[in-house]
């Protein structure tokens, strides 16, 4: 039994066609009758399927079909242009491949840091002892009164040392430290007396 229009709908190709079951076609013809969307959509399939199946309505001008041929003849990929396709895919998975060797080489040569600070630019001095706290990310000068105030277990090690474990310089303290160093230095070499 017919229920909804889309039902109608879903029917209307095999409606037209003749090829529906008896029982059936009454049903869509009795809902056909009392619905006019549904007869609208039915008509409007066969406008249509007569306008598409009309040969006359398609008039190919004069040598359209030689036109079309060569043209697609021409558009046709020659040997070298798949060729050349060909190989800036391997260029191109070459490039890929060779970025993820990198990368994965220079991940391997430097440690993982602990935190997401940027590493010092420079080298610190080879002897610099550090004090580090135990689940920190970074590592202070020995003398540092901040890291010691916490109250958590420390260790005491070089600054290379908690650099290849993952550590990083705490800004205050290595600014203190460049200062004292800086300070040496102007005295060392009589540029200001202080």
Known sequence: ???SCEQVWR????????????ALRTEIDEHLR???KCRS??????????????????DMPLGFS???????????????SVGFGWLAA???MMLIVGGFVLANSSSRAQPAVI?????????LPEGLMVVVAEHGKLFHLAECT?????GRPVRTLTAQEALREGYVPCVRCLGEYVVKVALNFVRKYGFISV
């Open 1 to 3: 039994m017919v229920e």
């Open 34 to 36: 009392q619905c006019p």
């Open 41 to 58: 959509v039915l008509e409007g399939t066969r406008n249509i399927i007569q306008l598409y199946g009309d040969e006359r309505l398609f």
């Open 115 to 123: 935190s997401h600070m940027a590493a010092p630019a420079k080298p």
């Open 90 to 92: 391997a260029a191109a």
């Open 146 to 150: 901040y890291i010691h105030a916490e």
């Open 66 to 80: 030689w036109r079309l041929r060569h043209k697609l003849a021409g558009a046709r990929p020659t040997w070298q």
């Open 11 to 22: 029917e209307v190709s095999n409606y037209i066609e003749n090829d529906l079951d008896p």
